[in-house]
T-cell receptor, first 112, second 117 residues
Framework: RKEVEQDPGPFNVPEGATVAFNCTYSNSASQSFFWYRQDCRKEPKLLMSVYSSGNEDGRFTAQLNRASQYISLLIRDSKLSDSATYLCVVNAYGTSYGKLTFGQGTILTVHP | DVKVTQSSRYLVKRTGEKVFLECVQDMDHENMFWYRQDPGLGLRLIYFSYDVKMKEKGDIPEGYSVSREKKERFSLILESASTNQTSMYLC????????????????FGPGTRLLVL
């Protein structure tokens, strides 16, 4: 089983749509969770951290379910500029060196 | 703003050549990482370093070595390049988790696309 699993998509949605991505992780001891965004032929960049209580940043909402080892990202009112690959990321428990494990990413295309 | 730079955006090398990929960060981060990214496989950790002269193997270290002589610089070395090392190579850095308020957030360089012929 992969440490971090995501549906690779691609998701093709019209502008204004709401889209949700899911991610599962295998290490129940993981403590930190993130969503990164990667534009085509660019480097990954942090989109948002994911907290136990859930958190929101504008049109983006992240949720964590520790019991099910499940993370989600919801994008409301999709924009053309949201087209990118979204990477689910968890920390590698047991080290303080900041080692992270990346999912293979979910591709989103928002069309007019 | 954190800045991570990589020495080349594109490289073409021949099988058997020794290849050096350099990464420099300007935020005094303790941790530095080298990944490769391939379609369908995502980012895979090759090596990381948590201090000068310290290095740890990641998930796929075979065929690679690293060097960290200065805190700001982390080099990836392909001792004898092979065609299966054709990939996108990404360097990242992050601050020490214990002393940083940003946790394990990693900051990436722009990547080097390496083609081995």
């Amino acid at each position: 089983r992969k440490e971090v699993e995501q549906d690779p998509g691609p998701f093709n949605v019209p502008e204004g749509a709401t889209v949700a991505f899911n991610c599962t992780y295998s290490n129940s001891a993981s403590q930190s969770f993130f969503w990164y965004r990667q534009d085509c032929r660019k480097e990954p960049k942090l989109l948002m951290s994911v907290y136990s209580s859930g958190n929101e940043d504008g049109r983006f909402t992240a949720q964590l379910n520790r019991a099910s080892q499940y993370i989600s990202l919801l994008i409301r009112d999709s924009k053309l500029s949201d087209s990118a690959t979204y990477l689910c990321v968890v920390n590698a428990y047991g080290t303080s060196y900041g080692k992270l494990t990346f999912g293979q990413g979910t591709i989103l295309t928002v069309h007019p | 703003d954190v800045k991570v730079t990589q020495s080349s955006r594109y490289l073409v090398k021949r099988t058997g050549e020794k290849v050096f990929l350099e990464c420099v960060q300007d935020m005094d981060h303790e941790n530095m990482f080298w990944y490769r990214q391939d379609p369908g496989l995502g980012l895979r950790l090759i090596y990381f370093s948590y201090d000068v002269k310290m290095k740890e193997k990641g998930d796929i270290p075979e065929g690679y070595s690293v060097s960290r002589e200065k805190k700001e610089r982390f080099s990836l070395i392909l001792e004898s390049a092979s065609t299966n090392q054709t990939s996108m190579y990404l360097c990242a850095s992050s601050p020490n988790v214990r002393t940083s308020g940003s946790g394990e957030t990693q900051y990436f360089g722009p990547g080097t696309r390496l083609l081995v012929l």
